[in-house]
């Protein structure tokens, strides 16, 4: 703390330690030690399959991409047993993967329907604005609709779009009430084998290259 000056003194995190309040780790405020045990009874628990994809996300989770509840990879059926097993939530968001996609993946979703897409496009746009842009495609001439309005329209108008984008992507989320007791789990359990764990969020997926 630097004593003269007001923002510093006036801290509501430094009160709260000068109180003696304590945030991180077992000796917490807010420490559950039975949400604790419950993740080292269920992990014992659980298949050799299924224990290396929850090594793979809390490896992602706490230390790859500190700070992460929202975790898109590769769909798998041990997502499901984690769900169950209480270590973190499957959650359905296709928009997001939408709005990840390269034009090139979105024009092969729609199909036939790139064209309404692009009238859509046109009609939302200003006409002299329209008239400068280049056609996406040399194959698509006059299709000028750009990326965020190309997402746009599938998102609210082709949920088949939609669904041929986001097939075998899921996402999940970890429960922001019990992220004390699951990364002191994660660093008694995991984290003190030394090593990382692989994790496929789709990075390579040629439906979000060449955004």
Known sequence: ??????????????KSLDQGHIF????????????????????????????????????????????TKLIMLADSPEISVLNRAGF????????????????????????????????????QAKPDAWKKRKSVRRELPGVKILR????KWIIQFSPEATQKLSEGISFVELDLSKTLELEEFFKDYIYKEDKSFPLDTLDKDPRFLNQ
């Not at 703390?1 to 430094?14: A, E, W």
């Not at 965020?148 to 997402?151: G, I, N, P, Q, V």
């Open 1 to 14: 703390m630097i004593p003269h000056l007001d923002y510093s003194k006036n801290c509501i995190y430094r």
């Open 24 to 67: 991180y780790g077992k000796n917490a405020d807010k420490y559950n030690a039975a949400v604790y045990q419950s993740f080292v009874d269920n992990f014992n628990a659980l298949s050799s399959d299924s224990a290396d994809l929850l090594r793979g996300i809390l490896y992602y989770a706490f230390i790859k991409r500190r700070g």
């Open 88 to 123: 973190l939530s499957q959650v359905e968001h296709p928009d997001k993967v939408v709005e990840k996609c390269s034009v090139s993946s979105m024009i092969d979703a729609c199909g036939d329907l790139i064209g309404t897409a692009n009238e859509w496009a046109k009609s």
């Open 148 to 151: 965020e309005e190309l997402s």
